[in-house]
């Protein structure tokens, strides 16, 4: 899968992956390198209003996204990795393109156009139809993992929306062509409790220990997140003393292009995932 012209891409990281999840971010700009994609941070990127901004005041969070869609250069698609984030910014495109005069608005409010043609990619958009069996014959690749893909209940976007691609099961195709074993579960899309978990952690920590649960009956070592901030809701809440471990999706593909030892990443989990991928020799 690797490529002789590299393609450069707009990034967007968002709040989490440039915080909390600071290991995603690296591993996710780290594997996109390693298979010929150029991530170009977004300049003086803003909250996309995925917080609370959207459920207090609409408008706000609605600039909020519009405002980084201004500072998108023009011709060169944008990328993020944070399903909440991506579903701010192609709720925003909606709205300049449909409400009248919201474009308008938008560019005297910024002082900057926006590209009305401006392609947001998502990474899972990135790596759909992509052959990861060829990327196997030349990397470590996953053999000995068997995981549970949890994609959280972001991809499955409002009925506005429904028409988007939210890629379920595109985890497990990957990984599994990486070499790793999928297992199956009923709880892949199941919501982890992210916007409960400050006002609400008992009603969360009950949701997160019945994912965890359900990930370990089904014979899982480990789960793989395609949402930041669902890995630190599920991290952080649950209640459970022996947990597995849980990667984000953009770790477990730097681990199979051999980009996992010597790395800072894991020691910022909660449950070290250390021990587990030593024993699978994914890691020295």
């Not at 450069?8 to 700009?29: D, H, Q, V």
């Not at 030349?138 to 499955?156: D, E, N, Q, R």
Request: proline fraction near 7%; hydrophobic fraction near 40%.
């Amino acid at each position: 899968m690797s490529r002789s012209k590299r393609i450069p891409l707009s990034y967007f990281p968002g709040c989490s992956m440039a915080t909390t999840a600071k290991e995603n971010n690296r591993s996710l700009i780290e594997f996109c390198e390693r298979i010929g994609y150029d991530l170009i941070e977004v300049p003086d990127w803003n909250c996309c209003g995925s917080s609370s901004a959207h459920s207090v005041d609409a408008e706000l969070a609605q600039d909020l996204a519009a405002r980084n869609l201004t500072l998108a250069p023009k011709g060169r698609p944008l990328l993020a990795a944070c399903p909440n984030c991506m579903l701010r910014l192609r709720g925003a495109q909606r709205h300049l393109a449909e409400v009248p005069d919201a474009q308008q608005r938008c560019e005297a409010r910024w002082g900057r156009p926006v590209d009305p043609n401006l392609k947001l990619i998502h990474f899972f958009d990135l790596l759909a139809g992509a052959d990861m069996k060829g990327l196997n014959k030349t990397s470590p690749g996953l053999k000995g993992m068997k995981f549970v893909p949890y994609y959280g209940c972001m991809l499955a976007r409002p009925p506005a929306m429904r028409h988007e691609p939210n890629h379920h099961g595109l985890m497990e195709k990957i990984l599994s062509d990486l070499g790793a074993e999928p297992r199956r579960w009923g709880y892949g899309a199941r919501c982890c409790g992210t916007f409960l978990s400050v006002v609400r952690p008992d009603v969360v920590g009950a949701m997160v220990d019945a994912i965890f649960r359900n990930a370990a009956a089904a014979g899982a070592d480990c789960l793989v997140t395609a949402c930041a901030m669902c890995h630190m809701n599920l991290e952080v809440r649950s209640t459970l003393q022996n947990r597995i471990p849980v990667l984000h999706f953009s770790e477990a593909l730097a681990l199979a292009v051999g980009e996992g030892n010597g790395k800072d990443w894991f020691s910022r989990h909660l449950v070290d995932p250390r021990p587990l991928l030593r024993s699978a020799r994914l890691i020295a």
